[in-house]
């Protein structure tokens, strides 16, 4: 039996795309309650890593942990996974056919016994907590970027997961937007108890919401450090390239990759 005071362990774990290797024994994990971002240049294996965090691609070594309990791809259709896991795609991935209000509704319907009433009380309950109460009637075509993005996440957390998953929650999106996304995945963790994943190479996301951060190396195709990033700036023993990926926002260049120095 794993370690269960760990939310997510994951172990020695190797991704690959065909004979490319993306990341080689990668070893970290994620405590209960905490924001953990998965920071990197471009390229370096975040989203990738996600994705197998999720179920949506195969490990081709090594294993993922939750609760102790080790986590079986296969079973990422159906009841269990969509209670576990909410996730927040890079546009929202919403349904253009269907207005917020129903595209919120969908996980409802698929995996619970709700009734028309309850369903419609929660979903007026979770656009609220994203700051759409009142925006149920609208389509998504007819939101900002920031609020497509809300409506996903108020998708995402339609069923309560314990865990939310984040890829690139700024991406597209102005600064005071993306503050106010950051102080929205922080005020969830809190609502919902849940353990927060964000993939990011945002400066200013990751000391806002980072209270750990595992930075990826794609020369090394592994990672440099596992820490909260305002004491990896500081610390002189961490990896040069790291600090250097973070001094990138005091010196106002966020999102540069330093490995392209
Ligand atoms: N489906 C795929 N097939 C083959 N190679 C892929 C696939 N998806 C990603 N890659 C490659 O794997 C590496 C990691 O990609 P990934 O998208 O995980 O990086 P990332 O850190 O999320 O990048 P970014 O910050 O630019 O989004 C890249 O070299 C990418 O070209």
């Not at 490990?59 to 080790?70: E, M, P, V, W």
């Not at 919120?104 to 619970?112: F, G, I, K, N, Q």
């Not at 963790?189 to 200013?204: I, K, P, W, Y």
């Not at 595992?214 to 990896?239: E, H």
């Amino acid at each position: 039996m794993e370690d269960t005071l760990q939310k997510i362990s994951v172990k020695n774990l190797t991704m690959a795309y065909g004979d490319f290797v993306v990341m080689k024994s990668l070893n970290f994990s994620v405590k209960r309650g905490e924001v953990k971002v998965i920071m990197g240049g471009s390229g370096c294996g975040k989203s990738t890593l996600l994705k197998h965090m999720i179920g949506l691609e195969r490990s081709r070594q090594g294993q993922i942990f939750y609760d102790g309990a080790l986590f079986d791809p296969e079973e990422t259709v159906g009841d269990s996974f969509c209670r576990r896991f909410g996730v927040l795609f890079q546009g929202g991935a919403l349904w253009s056919s269907m207005s917020v209000a129903e595209n919120v509704a969908l996980p409802l319907e698929s995996y619970t016994k709700l009734t028309r009433d309850e369903i419609r009380d929660v979903v007026e309950f979770k656009l609220s907590l994203v700051g759409l109460a009142g925006f149920g009637q609208r389509y998504p075509s007819e939101l900002s970027g920031g609020m497509r993005k809300r409506a996903g996440l108020a998708r995402a957390i339609a069923l309560d997961p314990q865990i939310l998953f984040f890829d690139e929650p700024s991406a597209g999106l102005d600064p005071l937007s993306s503050r106010r996304l950051d102080d929205l995945i922080l005020e969830l963790r809190d609502a919902l108890g849940a353990t927060v994943v964000v993939v990011t190479h945002e400066l200013s996301s990751i000391f806002a919401i980072a209270d750990s951060a595992l930075f990826l190396d794609a020369d090394t195709k592994s990672a440099l450090c596992d820490g909260n990033p305002n004491d990896l700036i500081d610390d002189d023993s961490v990896d040069g390239k790291v600090r250097n990926f973070l001094k990138r926002g005091e010196l106002g260049h966020e999102g540069r990759d330093p490995a392209n120095d």
